[in-house]
């Protein structure tokens, strides 16, 4: 099955420095790789999305890159708010597989 | 509307009680999902329903019991459960999509979750 692996584990920026979160996957024909940011006491929510015939997606200050020969994609968030601060999960599943795996989860602090 | 509604949200049981927990969402997803939360680790897929139907049980004990009534519908029925048991249970919904030869499914999206505690 599926294994994923995420990080770092923790990371603390100062406000409107950029992060950067890397995801490795283990199954080469995993094709759909979601990131999740959840706050505490809350579900996890989607932030945004890449599928497999894509390198790179931005959505205003979140960008995700996808490299699929060496089956790694990343996420960078730049100009970096203390509202950023939460953990955010990597995932990644086949499209046409309902079993989703989750990295192990960053916890992402900006300082003020 | 991309939301997905849980309830109740906190749930304090014994381990003898019966209890359930449920979920509802009205985005006309077919596809709807039972995960378990520990702290600070991620959700651990429990249950999916596709179409109503059970397609996938990643071997949770009997103790917890889905139930799928209708499209909107998703239920969690606990009996007898352990302290270890305590975690957030996360209910996810998304679209099935037929591609050729195949059912495909899309992006999850999440409820709030209830925060369980066995006694």
């Known amino acids: 099955g599926e294994n994923v692996e995420q990080h770092p584990s923790t990371l603390s920026v100062q406000e409107g420095d950029s992060a950067v979160i890397k995801c490795t996957y283990s199954d080469s024909a995993s094709n759909y790789f979601p990131w999740y940011k959840q706050e505490l006491g809350k579900g996890p929510q989607l932030i945004i999305d890449i599928r497999s015939n894509v390198g790179e997606k931005k959505d205003q200050r979140i960008a995700v890159t996808l490299n699929k020969t060496a089956k790694h994609f990343s996420l960078h968030i730049t100009e970096t708010q203390p509202e950023d601060s939460a953990v955010y999960f990597c995932?990644?599943?086949?499209?046409?597989?309902?079993?989703?795996?989750f990295g192990a989860g960053t916890r992402l602090t900006v300082k003020p | 509307d991309t939301e997905v509604t849980q309830t109740p949200k906190h749930l304090v049981m014994g381990m003898t009680n019966k209890k359930s927990l449920k979920c509802e969402q009205h985005m006309g997803h077919r596809a709807m999902y039972w995960y378990k939360q520990k702290a600070k680790k991620p959700p651990e897929l429990m249950f999916v329903y596709s179409y109503e139907k059970l397609s996938i049980n990643e071997s949770v004990p009997s103790r917890f019991s889905p139930e799928c009534p209708n499209s909107s519908l998703l239920n969690l029925h606990l009996h007898a459960l352990q302290p270890e048991d305590s975690a957030l249970y996360l209910c996810a919904s998304s679209q099935v999509t037929g591609l050729a030869g195949g059912i495909s499914t899309d992006t999850q999206y999440f409820g709030p979750g209830t925060r369980l505690t066995v006694l």
């Open positions: 995932a990644a599943s086949r499209y046409n597989n309902n079993d989703m795996r």
